[in-house]
């Protein structure tokens, strides 16, 4: 297959994707702001986020400030900047910042260097906690323990699940291709002994008519 075809083709295979902004800053007070579509939960207790970056062989300042600061933000990406989010994923060099090209707004808070995104309607603070290389394509999979989470209040649920969908988060499909979603429904626990009930918004089972 051609390079582009190829790359296309495979990116596309693992369906929707995060869409997530990852903040960081240099030792030099330089801010950077790219577009991931790698992040992954790894774990609740400790809260542990994971995200995949390309091979370093050439400059990777997401991945280098972080080594340099050892902290970073992910933020969501939403139906309302995910235009100025793609935006980010361009070359720009490193004394260049994605904010100021981009139109979105730097934020922060106390005990966190690296900026959050303000547009970003869920955004969380993660200290580095390891890098494992993966020898097979040599990428590398950075782990960082979540410290901070702003939301907004009305999308955390009773239960401590956060409705994504009321705060118009998108997903990636490929390398460039966003969308919007549609709940189903939530359901219970699954128990190899019943089905499934449906549950409410807030974890609640639905009572049938």
Known sequence: MADSYRAKLI???SGFKSANLIG??????QTNLAMFSSVVHLGASPALIGFITRPHIVTRHTLENILQTKQYTINQV?????????????????????????GLT????????APFVKESLLKYALTLEEI???AANNTQLVIG???????EPHAIRKDGYIDIESLETVSISGLDSYHVT???SR??????DKLPEELSIDGDRLIKQ
Not at 145 to 151: A, E, G, L, Q
Not at 187 to 192: E, G, I, T, V
């Open 145 to 151: 323990k979540v410290t901070n989470i702003i939301c």
């Open 182 to 184: 549609e709940r189903l």
């Open 106 to 113: 730097p934020m922060f808070i106390d005990e966190v260097n």
């Open 11 to 13: 990116n596309s295979l």
């Open 78 to 102: 939403n139906k309302n900047i995910w235009r100025s989010a793609h935006q980010t994923s361009a070359r720009y060099d490193a004394d260049q910042c994605e904010f100021k090209h981009t």
């Open 187 to 192: 359901l219970s626990y699954a128990k190899k």
């Open 24 to 29: 960081t800053v240099n030792k030099q007070g």
């Open 132 to 134: 494992i290389p993966v």
